[in-house]
């Protein structure tokens, strides 16, 4: 099922924003060339918030320790030991409305 996340026109181009949607945890949503990307708030190896991060040469980029995430592959660079590649949620922009498939936490 997808969930309705946020307005589309909140997420601007070349920013991560976090977001919230009741009983799922946090995610992140970027725009990038006008595509939108939706993750989960944190890294894959250690917990941060990849929202705290930024983009750069479409990659996701953590703030912490700089490991760089591929925009729609997920594939990770500048590895840190024991860090896997991200996951990407499905999403599509309806009607003005970012809308995401979340998975619930384990
Ligand atoms: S928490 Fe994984 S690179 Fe920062």
């Known amino acids: 099922m997808m969930?309705?996340?946020c307005d589309?026109?909140?997420i601007r181009d070349g920013e991560i924003t976090r977001v919230t949607a009741p009983g799922?945890?946090?995610?992140?949503?970027?725009?990038?060339?006008?595509?939108?990307?939706v993750f989960p708030d944190?890294?894959?190896?250690?917990d941060e918030s990849l929202a705290e991060g930024w983009i750069e040469d479409g990659r996701v980029v953590c703030g912490v320790h700089f490991a760089e995430f591929e925009l729609g592959s997920g594939e990770v660079h500048n590895r840190p030991v024991g860090c896997p590649n991200l996951s990407f949620f499905r999403c599509e922009d309806r009607d003005g409305k970012v809308f995401a498939t979340l998975a619930v936490e384990a």
Do not use: K, T, W
């Open 3 to 5: 969930i309705e996340l």
């Open 8 to 10: 589309s026109g909140a």
């Open 24 to 37: 799922f945890p946090a995610v992140a949503i970027a725009r990038h060339n006008g595509a939108l990307y």
């Open 42 to 46: 944190r890294c894959p190896h250690a």
